[in-house]
């Protein structure tokens, strides 16, 4: 039973570019959770999502950051005209339904040149 | 201060001792989660407590809630040098599917 996959593990952008983060929940699971962590830091929530509607999207960013879980596929993260504040490692949770345990996936780190 | 702060923010342990950790939060919750995550690598769940909990357990572990003073402490005994990791707690608020992380205690454990 695979856990939640994340890709890339790595990325790389240079200022101005666009970002794509993929995240596969865990099979069973409905519920997907984006974070964010800077470096020294714990992880700050971003948007919360269920399939093919945002729940909760109170930390995310108002401009460039923007959140999707289609019907079929996996929940991307999208982060367009990156800057360099944007480095940080981007976690995806997932669960089964609201308020139950949430399993992590290894994380994306983002780097912005 | 924000929800699910840690305390200490730092704690240093010879291997074989007990390291105690705590975590405060403000609002009322759900469930409040003890999470490890080692240098630069993904998260692992440890223990989730609900609301109407006062203590778990798993392995050297133990948590235990007081919702009374919004408080819950981690609990690892005879420790490793494997233990040594950021810990963090998160809450979850009632209602609220996503959980607030405070911002860890990082623990180390010299052999």
């Known amino acids: 039973n695979a856990g939640v996959m994340q890709n890339p593990r790595h990325l790389v952008r240079r200022r101005g570019q666009e970002a794509r983060l993929r995240c596969s929940p865990m099979?069973?699971?409905?519920?997907v959770y984006w974070y964010r962590q800077l470096p020294e830091e714990g992880l700050k929530f971003m948007v919360y999502?269920?399939?093919?509607?945002?729940?909760?999207e109170s930390g995310m960013p108002k401009e460039r950051f923007s959140a999707e879980f289609p019907k079929e596929g996996p929940s991307i993260l999208r982060i367009q005209q990156v800057v360099r504040g944007d480095s940080a490692a981007y976690f995806c949770?997932?669960?089964?339904?609201?308020?139950?345990?949430?399993?992590f996936g290894p994380g994306t780190r983002l780097t912005v040149l | 201060s924000q929800q699910g702060e840690e305390d200490p923010q730092a704690l240093s342990i010879q291997e074989g001792e007990n390291a105690t950790m705590n975590c405060s939060y403000k609002?009322?919750?759900?469930?409040l989660q003890w999470y490890r995550q080692n240098s630069g690598r993904g998260l692992v769940h440890l223990i989730l407590?609900?609301?109407?909990?006062r203590e778990k357990h798993s392995g050297r572990l133990r948590v235990t809630l007081d919702t009374s003073k919004k408080s819950s402490s981690l609990l690892i005994t005879a420790s490793r040098a494997a233990d040594t990791a950021s810990y963090f707690c998160?809450?979850?608020?009632?209602?609220?599917?996503?959980?607030?992380f405070g911002d860890g205690t990082t623990l180390t454990v010299k052999p």
């Open positions: 949770a997932s669960s089964r339904t609201q308020g139950d345990e949430q399993f």
């Open positions: 099979k069973g699971h409905s519920h």
């Open positions: 999502l269920q399939k093919e509607n945002i729940i909760d």
């Open positions: 609002t009322s919750i759900n469930n």
């Open positions: 407590i609900r609301s109407n909990e």
């Open positions: 998160a809450t979850d608020g009632a209602n609220a599917g996503k959980s607030t």
